[in-house]
């Protein structure tokens, strides 16, 4: 293999088994910002021996056994370490030293527990709400501080700050890797499960890079979703999170074309969508409704997801009930962006023009400034209305607000067919 081709399937490892690698670490050393370091040393020894030696049968067993050599290296030079990690230091060696590493063990033992212990671990209520997030992302979703901000619309600066601060509060307060109890789990749910949908929505739609979508994030969410559910099954919102989840990565096939390149909701071949995954979101959803009560916005947004997938057309889709849905959404969780949907569907249920006047109120929010989907969404709107000369400068705008190379391209194309057709009279 060539020194191009070894990098980058050493980045495509790495992206896979970062999350589960410093999961599985965190688990022995119990320190999550100690895990994260020991996995990057473990990838700079890969930088290096990779090249020469070619990539292991078993990428990530080879990085989880050169990070637990590297977990032995380090206790062993500290000298003043408690008694507890002295414990550590002789249980790791003695597990070093044996006849023979089970390799797949390693990396492969209660990885789903590991990374479930990984979120409420990060999910800690010593921590902030914005860096429980932003420190989950980063551990469990392998995502860059730049991914994260944009998915937060906040500086990148502000994103690593959080970070840093965040790993130093939990090795400072000696937070335990572990799943908490009932009688804390209903407090540190809504975080874990924002968490969660922020990864699966990386894996959806990826904010930059070449791809359109990374369905080994949306996997990773779903499986931890699935994994909620049966914890907390008397929680509706766990259900309407899955339900959503499973709803939408039930889209992912068609979401991009044979040639890589984005293909819209309204656009996409309902063949090739994924009926199993559309009848076990169908299923959680009901599992949610079933529970009683109003339904939160996890529920909310997988019933306007259902509207879609039980639409066996884009024409028979029901925007009238979507609207509502949106409506509902925006009075129970309202944010900008919750907006910005509502007018898409406003559009869809009563025209463009209805649409439009919703968007134009969100112009001058703050926090949708330099947010893409602004304009491309008001570029439609505007298209539908005849007003192309205004939509060309809109569309092309997003696409220069935009980090991801396909949508990028999507967005030019879009802006390219909003050209006045010239009158041949003329």
């Known amino acids: 293999m060539s020194a191009s081709g070894t990098q980058r399937a050493i980045d495509a490892v790495w992206r896979i088994e970062a999350p589960r690698l410093i999961a599985g670490l965190a688990r022995i050393v119990r320190d999550v910002g100690l895990a994260e370091d020991l996995a990057q040393d473990a990838l700079v020894a890969a930088l290096e021996q990779w090249p020469e030696s070619g990539v292991p049968e078993k990428p990530g067993a080879w990085l989880m056994a050169t990070a637990k050599h590297r977990a032995i290296d380090l206790l062993r030079r500290q000298t003043r370490l408690e008694r507890k990690q002295e414990e550590l230091g002789r249980e790791l060696e003695a597990q070093h030293e044996a006849a023979e590493p089970d390799l797949d063990a390693a990396v492969d033992d209660d990885i789903g527990d590991d990374l479930l212990r990984l979120v409420f671990t990060t999910c800690h209520p010593v921590l ?4 429980r997030v932003a420190l989950t ?21 502000t994103v690593a700050q959080r970070i840093v601060r965040a790993k130093r509060t939990l090795a400072e307060a000696h ?3 572990e799943v908490p109890g009932a009688g804390e789990l209903a407090a540190r749910l809504s975080s874990v499960l924002e968490v969660i949908y922020l ?27 699935r994994v909620l559910a049966e914890l907390a099954q008397t929680e509706p919102e766990v259900h309407g999170l899955v339900a959503l989840m499973e709803i939408q ?48 916005p996890y529920a909310l ?18 925007w009238q009930r979507i609207a509502a849905l949106y409506d509902a959404l925006a009075q129970l969780a309202p944010s900008p962006v919750v907006e910005l949907n509502r007018a898409v569907a406003l559009g869809m249920a009563f025209g463009p023009a209805a649409g439009l006047e919703l968007v134009d109120t969100l112009t001058s929010e703050p926090s949708l400034d330099g947010y893409h ?33 396909p949508e990028r391209a999507l967005l030019l194309e879009r802006a390219a067919e909003c050209t006045p057709a010239v009158d041949a009279r003329s």
Do not use: M
């Open 301 to 318: 947004q997988a019933a306007i997801a259902a509207c879609h997938a039980r639409a066996r057309t884009a024409e028979e889709t029901d």
């Open 373 to 405: 989907l602004l304009p491309a969404v008001r570029g439609d709107l505007l298209a539908k209305l005849g007003r192309l000369d205004e939509a060309r400068a809109e569309l092309e705008r997003a696409a220069s607000l935009t980090l991801n190379a």
């Open 199 to 225: 990864v699966f929505n990386e894996g959806y739609a990826a904010t930059a890079g070449d791809e359109w979508v990374r369905p080994g994030l949306c996997e990773d969410a779903l499986r931890l979703g």
């Open 128 to 131: 902030s709400t914005e860096a």
């Open 249 to 296: 990565a039930s889209r992912l096939r068609a979401r991009v074309g044979p040639t890589g390149k984005p293909v819209l909701l309204l656009d996409q071949d309902r063949a090739r969508w994924d009926h199993l995954l559309v009848g076990r979101g169908l299923a959680a959803l009901e599992r949610a409704e079933a529970l009683g009560g109003a339904l939160g």
């Open 175 to 177: 937070v335990p890797f």
């Open 137 to 157: 992302l980063r551990l469990l979703g392998g995502l860059t501080t730049g991914e994260i901000a944009r998915a937060f619309l906040v500086p990148e600066s």
